[in-house]
């Protein structure tokens, strides 16, 4: 695959960026701008993927460099602006770096779980949900149709796709192991998301699991490994 001219990616990851500073990148106000870009500014070229681990714009620009990140944050509501502009450990990836990193992050190469399976639907949503709004061209069609068949092809060759080495499975089994012979008491997941469910799933049945979701969400029943609501 050769890039297009002028693609790039600017984002921000776990390995330097805090937690704080991703939510405030990833908030509603992100989505908005998107919105604004397309309907608005005439981008034609914008994806943008957001997940627990990393907050990314990939695009096509005439600009180079340090201009791509000043560019983009000129074009930002002033709030979602600074925080890019101010944000630590902020990268930039051109031409063919950019099509080497997307198809690392969507193998699971750059995940905090290395080969987990969630970042594959992760990104292949995030460009269809740009394309539905208008905001690909062949650019972008381009650089994720061909970094996307890169990572499955990666992720077979590994053989990634066997069991789940997510974050979710992960957290269940360290607090099972912690938990290991005391008495089956109620567990309380606190936060929502694929996350939490993905932790519910892999806790046993007998388990009784509650989560306290944020907000006016009220309560959710989460399915157990068989499928049922708990």
Request: one cysteine or more; charged letters at 20%; a positive charge.
């Given at each position: 695959?050769?890039?297009?001219?002028?693609?790039?990616?600017?984002?921000?990851?776990?390995?330097?960026?805090?937690?704080?500073?991703r939510?405030?990148?990833?908030?509603s106000?992100?989505?908005?701008?998107?919105?604004?870009?397309?309907?608005?500014e005439?981008?034609a070229?914008v994806?943008?993927?957001?997940?627990?681990?990393r907050v990314?714009?990939?695009?096509?620009?005439?600009?180079?460099?340090?201009?791509?990140?000043?560019?983009?944050v000129?074009s930002?509501?002033?709030d979602?602006?600074?925080?890019w502009k101010?944000a630590?450990?902020?990268?930039?990836?051109e031409g063919?770096?950019?099509?080497?990193?997307?198809?690392?992050?969507?193998?699971?190469?750059?995940?905090m779980v290395?080969?987990?399976?969630?970042i594959?639907?992760?990104?292949?949503?995030?460009?269809?949900?740009?394309?539905?709004?208008g905001?690909?061209g062949?650019?972008?069609?381009?650089?994720?149709?061909?970094?996307?068949?890169?990572?499955?092809a990666?992720?077979?060759?590994?053989?990634?796709?066997?069991?789940d080495?997510?974050?979710?499975?992960?957290?269940?089994?360290a607090?099972l192991?912690?938990?290991?012979?005391?008495?089956?008491?109620?567990?309380?997941?606190?936060?929502?998301?694929q996350?939490?469910?993905?932790?519910?799933?892999?806790?046993?049945?007998?388990?009784?699991?509650q989560?306290a979701?944020p907000?006016?969400?009220?309560?959710?029943?989460?399915?157990?490994?068989s499928g049922?609501?708990?």
């Open positions: 695959m050769r890039p297009g001219r002028g693609i790039f990616c600017v984002g921000v990851d776990h390995h330097s960026t805090p937690l704080g500073v939510e405030v990148l990833a908030s106000v992100g989505d908005r701008w998107i919105q604004h870009l397309i309907e608005h005439g981008a070229e994806v943008f993927l957001s997940t627990c681990n990314e714009i990939y695009g096509r620009s005439e600009q180079r460099g340090p201009e791509i990140l000043s560019s983009l000129r930002m509501p002033a979602l602006g600074s925080a101010e630590c450990g902020v990268y930039l990836h063919i770096s950019c099509w080497r990193h997307l198809a690392e992050v969507a193998t699971g190469l750059r995940s290395i080969g987990e399976g969630e594959l639907g992760q990104v292949r949503l995030a460009y269809s949900a740009s394309r539905e709004a905001g690909t062949a650019a972008m069609h381009s650089l994720f149709q061909s970094g996307l068949r890169a990572a499955r990666a992720r077979a060759a590994a053989g990634f796709g066997r069991g080495p997510s974050v979710g499975r992960l957290a269940a089994e607090m192991e912690i938990l290991d012979g005391q008495e089956p008491w109620p567990l309380l997941l606190l936060g929502s998301g996350l939490a469910i993905v932790v519910s799933c892999y806790l046993p049945a007998h388990r009784s699991v989560p979701l907000g006016s969400l009220g309560h959710q029943q989460f399915p157990g490994p049922r609501k708990r």
